[in-house]
């Protein structure tokens, strides 16, 4: 019988000569980081650079509404309905910002503070919150291999879109106008950029955690603008420092029995304090 | 459709190249911002080879009138471009120059990372390819800006980054050039040598130059022809014209000078 690519996985990780890689759920979570990290820190050189960070720190918190209405439809996986609001709330953030009534970060705000507020009172209701604590500060050890297969897809579809998109982002940072002026229509491009990221934020949500995921998000991209010269640099140097951080964090959590996401938000952390004193140095 | 020919420019430019026969036409071009007009009944028209300046004071619609240009504003009435052969293009290359560096000090993009951008369809997170690295170097070096390539945007001056921008928005070369306020934040030499230059160019290239400025003075040795605005086209003509037009005096507080 041939083995599956997951079976191959599973034989090759448990060869390792380390205590953690004898246990089902660590080599699962350590596949899961390998999809996660890197497309967070491929779509944090953008927010990084079109200052959306709390944009997307506002796409995760909105998960609370997300995961409420999933609870008064009835749903068995809230995912959907995370899905789902999440986009109608890039949508609502974007029609905002292009009327210009509110400046931007006045207009995230109150989103923020109405859809955190809006979960957390229904969620709340008969005192059940308890319940969802896991998606606080999620649980990277609880992945199954399917939803790691869905990542997987997700990252594909992401990192080609993202890729499609990237240089007329790239321009439209650096001015809309010359972006326009070279038949690259910016706001098309911003607009599924922002759904991308609120997609890509959402799955990934119950692994990392609401509270943390936005660091995994901006703090490889923020070390990787530390020690790039170019824009090829500062994606691999992204990805490269998301990378590092998500294997050493989640192994780090296995040894110290702590929560993955923030493990590894620390790890990141550690490693974009290096960045900056490479910097102030030199 | 039929285009009507268009009238005879209004000055005659002294471009040793100039064909004459191209044209970029605004017609009855008018727009609104929230409601409010901030543009009325436009007609302008931009020949090869001529350098127009747009003068007006703040908020006279200078920048709504390039957003109109570029396709970037809604508005009414009509923008059309007319080539050599006098047919009618409706996506002419644009050359944009914009009116000020607001770009992060820190972006970690390089000159040949913007030029790969613009010129390839190629992520330029991936890496520039060869060809591509070829085209910067050319489009930089009819600015002399190609010993630029490699540096960061962010780490250029105030006139090194406006030649990179003309390079950028020479490549390929367009039909019209358009430059908003390039020169706002430049010191005067760097501002004399890029208008020289963008004089130059415009020659060699037979470029139709619309730039919208507030350096009046050097305007007038550079520009073929002025146009005053405010929300509407006040007058237009030599930049001596221009100048001396009473309106204008006003405006720009010239009773002193002269």
């Known amino acids: 019988m041939m083995d599956s690519p997951l079976a191959l996985w599973h034989r090759a990780v448990s060869s390792l000569p380390f205590e953690w890689a004898g246990y089902e759920f660590m080599r699962l979570a350590l596949l899961a980081v390998l999809v996660i990290s890197p497309l967070l820190g491929a779509l944090g050189t953008v927010v990084v650079a079109n200052r959306m960070a709390f944009f997307s720190e506002a796409i995760g918190h909105a998960a609370f509404t997300g995961i409420a ?62 319940r969802y604590t896991n998606f606080l500060i999620g649980d990277m050890l609880a992945i199954a291999p399917r939803d790691v297969g869905w990542l997987a897809a997700l990252g594909a579809v992401a990192a080609g879109l993202f890729l499609l998109f990237f240089n007329r982002l790239l321009l439209a940072t650096m001015s809309p106008s010359l972006a326009r002026s070279r038949g690259k229509y910016a706001g098309a491009a911003e607009l599924v950029f922002a759904c991308l990221l609120a997609v890509v934020v959402t799955c990934a949500l119950p692994w990392i955690g609401i509270l943390v995921i936005n660091a995994l998000l901006i703090l490889p991209a923020a070390a990787a603008r530390n020690l790039a010269r170019n824009t090829a640099g500062f994606f691999g140097w992204s990805i490269a420092v998301a990378l590092l951080a998500g294997i050493a964090g989640l192994i780090a959590s296995f040894y110290a029995s702590t929560a993955t996401g923030a493990t590894v938000v620390l790890a990141a952390m550690a490693v974009y304090l290096l960045t900056l004193l490479r910097r102030v140095v030199s | 459709m039929h285009v009507p020919p268009d009238d005879a ?35 302008l028209h931009l020949h090869c ?86 085209a910067a170097l050319a489009g930089l070096q009819r600015t002399s800006a190609g010993q630029l390539i490699d540096r960061k945007v962010g780490s250029l001056s ?29 010191d005067h030499r760097g501002r004399e040598q890029f208008y020289g230059l963008l004089s130059k160019l415009r020659r060699e290239y037979d470029l139709a130059v619309l730039l919208v400025s507030h350096d009046l003075a050097t305007l007038a040795r550079f520009a073929d022809r002025m146009v005053f605005l405010d929300r509407r086209i006040v007058c237009e003509g030599t930049p001596s014209q221009v100048l001396h037009d009473p309106r204008v005096r006003e405006a720009f507080s010239l009773h002193s000078l002269s």
């Open chain 2, 158 to 186: 105030g006139g090194e980054l406006q030649r990179v921008l003309l390079g950028l928005a020479l490549t390929p070369v367009p039909n019209i050039l358009v430059l908003d306020e390039p020169m706002s934040g430049v």
């Open chain 2, 49 to 134: 080879g001529e350098l127009t300046a747009v003068i007006g004071e703040n908020g006279a619609g200078k920048t709504t009138l390039v957003k109109c240009l570029l396709g970037e504003m809604p508005h009414s009435g009509e923008v059309h471009f007319l080539d050599a052969a006098r047919r009618r293009k409706d996506s002419p290359v644009i050359g944009y120059v914009p009116q000020h560096n607001s770009f992060d000090k820190d972006a970690p993009v390089s000159v040949l990372d913007l030029f790969a951008a613009s010129l390839s369809a190629r992520p330029a997170c991936l890496g520039v390819s060869a060809p591509v690295r070829q």
């Open chain 1, 69 to 130: 209405i999933g609870v008064i439809l009835g749903l068995d996986d809230p995912m959907w309905s995370m899905i789902g609001f999440a986009l109608v709330l890039t949508l609502a953030i974007a029609w905002v910002r292009r009327r210009g009534a509110l400046s931007s970060d006045t207009a995230i705000g109150l989103v923020m503070a109405f859809t955190v507020s809006l979960g957390i009172v229904i969620l709340s209701r008969g005192g059940d919150f308890a």
């Open chain 2, 9 to 43: 420019p209004a000055h005659q430019g002294i471009a040793p190249h100039r064909c004459g026969e191209c044209c970029t036409t605004m017609r009855g071009v008018a727009a609104r911002r929230n409601g409010v007009s901030v543009l009325e009944d436009i007609d």
